[in-house]
């Protein structure tokens, strides 16, 4: 009798793949219930050998490899042969295959082309997508930008862009209001910018030009004692910035250092008058 070729390559393997075994089905089947209760943990055994088989559902058909695949003794397997080997049919490679198992081999083989088919096509994509961005890129912008990378478009444009104008919150508004033009200093803010500028190179952070708006913007209100003393506190304090409302604050401070000191000297002249009298 011609032997029927094998269902599958020779080297299919489970790779971990588990068995999808339909519980429904198995205690339906004929052989479920014709085997005796004492029999069905060897007829599992034997399904679960061949899944471990290389090609994957398939046992050997020598009884003696048989038994010891799954663990039992030749007499033995000989003895219950009718239930354990029922739906086995041997192929041309010498091999028992079971119509069962080598439905659910089949259909792991579809799973599998179908997920590497989905793989594959999202790797194609994101390529596709990849060699899009990275394209030539046309456009004008005073100068041809033909052959420019985007990334590298996006910085040039980044690099062309004016600086925006400092901003500052307007008095009793929460919100904040564009600043006001800034008029070209005279000579002597020219001068105290300049040690501004010295300053923060000493401390190596150079003035950039939007640093140096920011720092013209909160001067220009200040009258020139005021904006002088400011920066000197800037200095002295080793501050990176200018910050008006703190010179301010420590003029406050200053101020009734200074009141409470006189108050102070007043106090141990009256009460050196008051000793000189009693002497």
Not at 179 to 191: C, E, T, V
Request: charged letters at 30%.
């Amino acid at each position: 009798m011609e032997q029927p070729e094998p269902p599958y390559p020779a080297d299919i393997k489970s790779n971990g793949w588990k068995p999808e075994l339909d519980i429904d089905r198995i205690e339906s089947s004929d052989t479920w219930t014709l085997v005796e209760d004492d029999e069905r943990p060897w007829l599992l055994r034997v399904w679960l050998e061949a899944w471990r088989s290389v090609p994957v559902g398939s046992m050997p058909s020598d009884r003696r490899l048989f038994a010891r695949r799954i663990g039992c003794k030749p007499a033995f397997l000989d003895a219950h042969a009718e239930i354990l080997l029922r739906g086995w049919q041997r192929h041309s490679d010498g091999l028992l295959y079971h119509g069962f198992i080598t439905a659910l081999v089949l259909k792991m083989l579809d799973t599998r082309r179908s997920s590497a088919a989905k793989v594959r096509a999202w790797r194609e994509r994101k390529k596709a997508d990849k060699t899009t961005k990275q394209g030539d890129v046309t456009g004008y912008n005073g100068a041809c930008n033909r052959n420019v990378p985007v990334s590298n478009r996006q910085e040039q444009e980044q690099e062309e862009k004016p600086l925006t104008p400092f901003r500052h919150p307007a008095e009793g508004h929460a919100e904040a209001r564009q600043a006001r033009p800034l008029a070209p200093p005279h000579l002597g803010q020219s001068q105290r910018l300049g040690r501004v500028e010295q300053h923060r190179r000493k401390m190596g952070k150079p003035l950039t030009d939007l640093a140096r708006t920011k720092a013209a913007n909160r001067l220009q209100d200040l009258s020139p004692e005021e904006q002088q003393q400011c920066i000197d506190t800037s200095i002295q304090a080793r501050w990176s910035g200018l910050f008006p409302e703190k010179t301010k604050h420590a003029n406050s401070n200053d101020a009734k250092h200074e009141r409470r000191k006189r108050a102070f000297d007043k106090t141990i002249a009256r009460a050196r008058a008051h000793f000189d009298e009693m002497d």
